[in-house]
């Protein structure tokens, strides 16, 4: 025979009632704590990072900032060039000034032209001194340097550019920095003299292309890239614009008129 008890019964009412409300004291106070707490400095593994090298779009060269290294926010920044990294200075967590250098970027095709226009500088200068002739070098890094290095010239009777990318990039400048110096100049390739250039002569690059052409036939018929020989240009080119000529009042003998493969009227 069971018997009520209802002072069993609201003791247990009170208990419950009890481990509610210090269970939610407790929650509000963990939560508070929480907030008050500041983000850690995220880290990442060395092994976890995968180096390739940047394609198109903007290289961000430096990043300058004071504060602290912590990436709240991953961006990827496209490049127009291609680029990798050298050296990782910062790392997330450190703290850094407006002077801090957080990476040391390289790029190997500017790598390539630097040493590609040395060589070509050595040959232009052994050139000059078997017939005769003092070559006088003027170093162009961009081409808002062009300006200003022919104006640095003094005493020269021609110009000679070396032919890398950043010449053919700003041919157009090159050739109206050259026209304003009245000097004549003769251009490693056609497009200068297309451009307004006095003369050219070398490689026939639609030639070059063609040639590419047959090595990436051979290839994707089986051939292996290591088999095939290296081939030096064969046919080259001179061209003539009579309208520079005339423009910087110079007359071009005929017998170079003659052997010219193309004019430029």
Do not use: C, H
Not at 30 to 47: H, N
Not at 132 to 146: C, K
Request: charged share 20%.
């Amino acid at each position: 025979m069971d018997i009520p008890r209802p002072s069993v019964a609201r003791q247990k009412r009170i208990r419950r009632t009890i481990f509610a409300v210090v269970g939610l004291i407790v929650l509000v106070l963990v939560t508070v704590a929480l907030a008050q707490l500041k983000p850690a400095a995220p880290t990442v593994e060395f092994g976890s990072v995968w180096p390739d090298s940047v394609k198109r779009g903007s290289m961000l060269r430096q990043v300058r900032g004071p504060g602290t290294l912590v990436p709240e926010d991953i961006r990827w920044i496209p490049a127009v060039t291609e680029g990798r990294v050298e050296r990782r200075l910062a790392l997330p967590g450190t703290v850094v000034e407006p002077s801090t250098v957080i990476l040391e970027l390289s790029d190997p095709r500017v790598q390539q032209e630097a040493l590609d226009a040395e060589y070509q500088l050595r040959g232009a200068e052994a050139a000059a001194r078997a017939i005769g002739v003092q070559l006088e070098a003027v170093p162009v890094r961009t081409g808002a340097d062009l300006g200003p290095a022919l104006k640095a010239l003094r005493g020269v009777d021609g110009v000679l550019n070396a032919d890398t990318p950043l010449f053919v990039t700003n041919r157009a400048r090159l050739v109206g920095a050259v026209a304003e110096s009245r000097l004549p100049a003769i251009y490693p390739a056609r497009v200068y003299v297309e451009a307004g250039g006095l003369a050219s002569y070398g490689p026939n690059v639609p030639e070059l292309w063609k040639g590419a052409a047959v090595y990436v036939d051979k290839i994707l018929k089986g051939a292996r890239p290591g088999d095939l020989p290296v081939e030096q240009p064969t046919t080259f080119e001179l061209t003539i614009n009579n309208r520079t000529a005339s423009a910087i009042g110079l007359t071009i003998p005929q017998p170079v008129v003659l052997r010219a493969d193309r004019i430029v009227e």
